[in-house]
């Protein structure tokens, strides 16, 4: 595929893609800051160590599994649209509620925050799916890559605005100014959102095949195994690195909020170029493997930063990965099934690869914790396991490459083009 033929297919998506992506920049915007500061609040306004944080952080992530494989099954059976738009607006109430009790005990916080999760993981296999159904395979990428420059421009925003917040009027208002962009986000797709999928009806025995289905399917278990141990290090991204720049270095708000906004806004810049060029050369496990050791270079150099340019440049060399793996991977999930599994298969992906998030913030923060040497020994940690996933994605090529393929060319995993055109929209 040509570079140009990449990017005028940018403007041939449908747009279902760029509606998503629009309801996705403005609930970025608003909910990415509480991600990226809830471990300072479990840190500064509970003054809880890092290992418990870590625990704290990890206990929800049963739930959003659990979710993220129901959510998956049922927009198979039921339809994508509900389960895309209406936990929106239950995320707005929730996130109003932590506002209004964010001190009030911890008891409190994990319970709103673990059923704000359950209605998140609900939400994504749907949208992932719907993008799948509407998107041929030959520009799955370059739809992924949309969805997520649309995203990352909200998280660009997100961290920064955090930083300011949480200076000016405190931690809380991060959570309304969440709840705010969630109702927006929610107003935007159950006015405009068209369904790409009316679901099939199956009796309780299929119903549990479905479930299943991604978990037998032997080429498709290998790639998850690897994309599980990827997770590992991505997440790393999350509260063990939240909490070294924010408690470990010291690094003021304003900083904090910027570094993490630079992710942001690299993204934006850089992924649709980088989206076009994995599209173009079609070698979608080797690049898989070469994100995965751009991450482990970045943690490296996270280490051995000391001062806010350099900070930067870790940070910048972290997104490069970010850049090539996070839409591929997408890309590679969507290429395993046709449009009556394609939920049940995000669903298993996101499932297993939200498991992973048990062990990373848990691994995380004991490795932070140990002592002067612990942020050398998670950094290193982090390096070692990125250079073995990326050997991993190499060993994958064959049966697994060969299935992507074949999905690429033969247009069996997306709906027809007369199914796009009808009333099914």
Known sequence: MSVLGSRSAVFRLDRRVYLLGSAGLVRSIGRSATFVFLPLVFANVYHLSYLYIGLLIAAIVPVSTLAFLAGGHLSDRLGRRP????P?????????????YLDH?????????AVN?????LTRP?????????????????????????????????PAVGGILAATAGLPALFLFAAITSLIEGTILILLLRESFQGTRASRGEALGSVAAPFRDRPFLGLLVALTALALVTNQFGTPLSLFLGSVRGIPYSEFGLIYSLNGLLVVLLQLPIGRIVERRHQYLGWMAAGTISYGIAFLVFDAAGTFPLYLLAMGVLTLGEDIVSPTQQSLVASFSGPERRGSYFG???????????????????????????????????FALAIAVALGFLRLRGNARRRVDDGATSGGTVLAADQLLSGRE
């Open 348 to 382: 298993a992906y996101n499932a297993s690869t939200n498991a992973a998030r048990v062990v990373a913030p848990v691994l995380g923060a004991l490795l932070l914790g140990l002592g002067s040497e612990g942020p050398t020994f998670l950094w290193g940690g982090m």
């Open 83 to 86: 389960f895309a738009v209406y």
């Open 117 to 121: 999760s359950l209605f998140g993981g």
């Open 126 to 158: 749907a949208q992932s799916a719907m993008i799948g159904d509407v998107t041929r395979p030959e520009h799955a990428v370059t739809a992924f890559s949309v969805q997520r420059v649309f995203t990352n421009t909200g998280f660009a925003i997100s």
């Open 88 to 100: 929106s607006f239950a995320s707005a109430g929730l996130l109003t509620l932590l506002w209004l």
């Open 105 to 113: 005990g911890i008891p409190i916080v994990m319970g709103l925050w």
